[in-house]
């Protein structure tokens, strides 16, 4: 698959199959994640693999009792806090496979480094035929320090990105994008920059 397919293409996956990921599609997964960019290259990512979906029901369950306690009021008039609240509704979508990348403490911005590996993580899966989903809402209930210490995650380690992956249950049908909002352009007058076709070749390299 193209890079620019897996960009336009990739959908936040919420109906999958009980089919279970193969063990080493999750480390192909975790493998693209990690080629990520990161400040300093101190790579200050780490992950959590919940792949039991006995527990992963649990844990839908404890969310959806802390987050209703704990809505901030404006979700608790969006209609996300009607959704929790109904019985059937599973936060991580019944999805076979849960990764949450935490972030190490690290001087130089680890949660904006640990973004970027999970945008890795799921354009790599959509390359795979699997979806995913992001399921940002889950972070406060697992950042938890009762939580952390239930799994054994470092108390120091920061839940940045809990994503859902599996095998979609059918076609997700794309979402409009609004045009970029450029709030600035500046460009040497005169260059003729904008009449550059592209894809275009890079300018040759001066000899010393």
Known sequence: MELNDAIYQRRAVRHYTDAPVPT???EQ?????????????Q??????????PDLLNRMSEQAKVYLQANLPRDLALHHLSDTISHPGYNVFHHASTLIVIYAKPARF?????????????MLAAHGMGLGTCPIGFARPWLNLPEVKHEFGIP??????MPIVVGWPAGPTPPVPRLDPEIVCWRETPGRGLSAVPFPFAPPPTRQP
């Not at 200050?44 to 792949?51: D, H, I, S």
């Not at 911005?109 to 993580?121: G, H, M, R, T, Y």
């Open 29 to 41: 997964l975790l493998q693209a994640a990690r080629q990520a960019p990161s400040a300093v290259n």
């Open 24 to 26: 080493t599609a999750v």
């Open 155 to 160: 108390l120091r380690y920061t839940a940045v």
């Open 43 to 52: 790579q200050p990512w780490a992950f959590g693999l919940f792949r039991d």
């Open 109 to 121: 911005d680890p949660i904006e480094d640990c973004c970027l590996a999970a945008q890795n993580l």
